[in-house]
């Protein structure tokens, strides 16, 4: 399987990652890590090798991404609204370093999915709602999608709201909330065994499922077994499940 990896850099200055890619052309899928996780991470827990079939055949491309969560939601020593906005220094890398390297490697016009499991898949969807115009499709596993719900302290103010789909998402409305009707689709996996609910996973996606059937935002909701954890053997199906779909 063709991979190779390059290190970006927000122009001007600022924060820079690494992006492992896998494969030579396809339709590209931006990958978000879990909590923490690395650029090379899809490919240690074997979900780069669940999709082989698909990379192999020039189905998909695969665009896997460092995380920034040590500086931001994974630094509890700061309250919830610090941790936002720490955020936004991962929002400039992500827009304005890794999607021109993938549209310059991809090609102008190629529509991005976002996917990502645990707290990556909570990066997918939020990405996706706040820049569809770039990610049309977010492909969601085990997330928990209210960040008001997480390990946290402190006052919360825009910061926190604006990167809150479960918040936001019951806002929408006007001649925005149409828009994402005509552009945007989502797919909210999850299973229903060993710690999707103590992450709140379980919880989380289910709101989110009636969120976007209330809104009108085309989604799927697929909920896996009581005898499905979270965890990566369960997301290695579920992606190779899923995939073939979109690719």
């Known amino acids: ?7 970006l850099a927000v122009p001007g200055g600022g924060r820079s990652g690494t992006v492992a890619v896998y494969g030579h052309w396809g339709r590209p899928v931006l990958v978000f890590p879990t909590e923490g996780g690395d650029a ?3 490919s240690r827990n074997g979900m780069v090798g669940a999709a082989g079939e698909l990379v192999e055949s020039g189905r998909v491309k695969l665009y896997c991404v460092d995380s920034f969560d040590a500086e931001s939601w994974s630094a509890h020593h700061l309250p919830l609204e610090e941790r936002a906005w720490r955020h936004a220094a991962y929002e400039s890398w992500v827009l304005d370093a890794v999607v021109p390297h993938i549209r310059q490697d991809s090609g102008d ?5 976002t996917a ?20 049309p499709l977010a492909l969601c596993f085990s997330g928990n999608y209210d960040p008001g719900t997480w390990r946290g302290w402190g006052d919360r103010g825009d910061a926190v709201y604006f990167n809150s789909p479960g918040d936001y998402v019951a806002n929408l409305d006007g001649d925005h909330l149409a828009w994402l ?27 989110m499922g009636g969120l976007l059937a209330a809104k009108g935002v085309w989604h799927e ?13 369960s997301w290695r199906r579920q992606f190779a499940h899923h995939l073939p779909r979109f690719g």
């Not at 909701?221 to 053997?233: F, I, K, S, T, Y």
Request: proline residues 1%.
């Open 1 to 7: 399987m063709r991979h190779y990896s390059v290190d």
């Open 40 to 42: 090379w991470e899809f």
């Open 109 to 113: 016009a190629a529509e991005i999915v």
């Open 116 to 135: 990502g499991c645990s707290l990556g898949a909570f990066h997918a969807l939020n990405f996706a709602f706040k820049r569809a115009d770039l990610f």
């Open 181 to 207: 009707r005509e552009r945007l689709s989502v797919l909210l996996v999850c299973g229903q065994g060993r710690w999707e609910d103590t992450t709140g996973a379980l919880e989380s996606t289910r709101r």
């Open 221 to 233: 909701l697929d909920l896996w077994g009581a005898d499905v954890p979270h965890d990566w053997e």
